[in-house]
T-cell receptor, first 113, second 115 residues
């Protein structure tokens, strides 16, 4: 089955800095890569996603890049704000399997004011 | 209505109790899911219902029994749980199934404590 590795487990930045979270996946058949944000005590919510036919996608301060050859994808957050503090989960969905996303272990992002 | 609603928000039960968690969505989504989440860990898939039929059971112990009475409702019946089953139980739904699964919409979760 699919295996998703996520790094780092904790990321601490100053407000205004950029943050990058990286994920690798094992199954070359994976074709959908969502990112979920989970604030403390809240539900996970989709913040951005990318499909395998696209190399990059942006939404305001958030961007995701995908390198299919290397089987890795990254979340980029620019001009971080304290409200960006949360746990971020990457996921990969394999077209040849159940199509249920396999989650990475999560990155705890802390943005210091 | 773009929400997945879960009740109760908190549940404390003894190991001999029988209780149920409930989940509801009115977005017309065709798939519903139960996840278990321990602190500082990713959600762990338990069950998937597609078109009201159980399509995936991730080898979950029989003390957890899912039920999908209709396309909007999903229950998780709990019986003879162990303290290690204490966790946040998340319900989710998706508009599509299979290759069209797409975004998962999560509820706020039911925090379960087993004494």
């Amino acid at each position: 089955g699919e295996n998703v590795e996520q790094h780092p487990s904790t990321l601490s930045v100053q407000e205004g800095d950029s943050a990058v979270i990286k994920c690798t996946y094992s199954d070359s058949a994976s074709n959908y890569f969502p990112w979920y944000k989970q604030e403390l005590g809240k539900r996970p919510q989709l913040i951005i996603d990318i499909r395998s036919n696209v190399g990059e996608k942006k939404d305001q301060r958030i961007a995701v890049t995908l390198n299919k050859t290397a089987k890795h994808f990254s979340l980029h957050i620019t001009e971080t704000q304290p409200e960006d503090s949360a746990v971020y989960f990457c996921a990969a969905t394999t077209s040849g399997g159940s199509y249920i996303p396999t989650f990475g272990r999560g990155t705890s992002l802390i943005v210091h004011p | 209505d773009t929400e997945v609603t879960q009740t109760p928000k908190h549940l404390v039960m003894g190991m001999t109790n029988k209780k149920s968690l409930k989940c509801e969505q009115h977005m017309g989504h065709r798939a519903m899911y139960w996840y278990k989440q321990k602190a500082k860990k990713p959600p762990e898939l338990m069950f998937v219902y597609s078109y009201e039929k159980l399509s995936i059971n991730e080898s979950v112990p029989s003390r957890f029994s899912p039920e999908c009475p209709n396309s909007s409702l999903l229950n998780l019946h709990l019986h003879a749980l162990q303290p290690e089953d204490s966790a946040l139980y998340l319900c989710a739904s998706s508009q599509g199934v299979g290759r069209n699964t797409g975004e998962l919409f999560f509820g706020e979760g039911s925090r379960l404590t087993v004494l």
